[in-house]
């Protein structure tokens, strides 16, 4: 229950193109939904997050859409580029006075091509 | 813009030794936590750091692991007696605030540890 399954395991998109990752939760209490971003060799960096009390968010090219009652999220990044090009997590996290664990997706490895 | 800092990037170790892996959380942070990311898989918790004690860890987080803030700003993670299967990518995270506003946590670039 404490999953987070994620979808593709990888992703080749066209320069200009929309790129979309997909992720699937079960566990309700899950209140907090953050999409990292991870190139080779460095830490996760956080992309955008969002809560379930809206079903949208976008920062520039990246937009998160959630669909509570399905418990699915989706990132989509409008005019991918080649310097999008990393593997990109999905996590949830639900909240505790002591700390917020995130559990993260599989992983979608993106390459974008020009 | 503020980073948290891990040291040593690579280690190398023998089956059965201890080995310690630093970090050092941005400064006005109050959560701390250690991931792990076995190569080409997810990135797995570990354990979390609130008040100066453990608030939760998972199965992986065994009597093998142990963590401290010895001086408040290092915050460290000793395996006692390294397996093979501990060979993996470990990060250490921080967060300013959990509720209600949570914020999203900051990654250090992890330390890749090698056992032999």
């Known amino acids: 229950q404490q999953q987070v399954k994620q979808s593709p395991q990888s992703l080749i998109v066209q320069k200009g193109g929309i790129s979309i990752i997909n992720c699937a939760y079960e566990?309700?209490?899950?209140?907090?939904f953050p999409w990292y971003q991870q190139f080779p060799g460095k830490g996760p960096a956080l992309l955008i997050a969002?809560?379930?009390?809206?079903s949208e968010k976008k920062e520039g090219r990246f937009t998160i859409s959630f669909n509570k009652s399905a418990k699915q999220f989706s990132l989509h990044i409008m005019d991918s580029q080649p310097g999008d090009s990393a593997t990109y997590f999905c996590?949830?996290?639900?909240?505790?006075?002591?700390?917020?664990?995130?559990?993260f997706g599989t992983g979608t490895q993106l390459k974008v091509e020009l | 813009e503020p980073e948290v800092t891990q040291t040593p990037s690579h280690q190398v170790t023998q089956m059965g030794q201890e080995v310690i892996l630093r970090c050092v959380p941005i400064?006005?942070?109050?959560?701390f936590y250690w991931y792990r990311q076995i190569l080409g898989q997810k990135v797995e918790f570990l354990v979390s750091?609130?008040?100066?004690?453990?608030?939760?860890k998972s199965e992986i987080f065994d009597d093998q692991f142990s963590v401290e803030r010895p001086d408040g700003s290092n915050f460290t993670l000793k395996i006692r007696s390294t397996k093979l299967e501990d060979s993996a990518m470990y990060f250490c995270?921080?967060?300013?605030?959990?509720?209600?506003?949570?914020?999203?946590?900051?990654f250090g670039s992890g330390t890749r540890l090698t056992v032999v």
């Open positions: 566990n309700t209490a899950f209140d907090y």
């Open positions: 969002i809560r379930p009390d809206v």
């Open positions: 750091f609130y008040n100066n004690e453990i608030s939760e």
């Open positions: 996590a949830a996290s639900m909240g505790t006075g002591g700390g917020n664990k995130l559990t």
């Open positions: 995270a921080s967060q300013q605030v959990t509720l209600p506003g949570r914020d999203g946590y900051t």
């Open positions: 400064s006005n942070h109050l959560y």
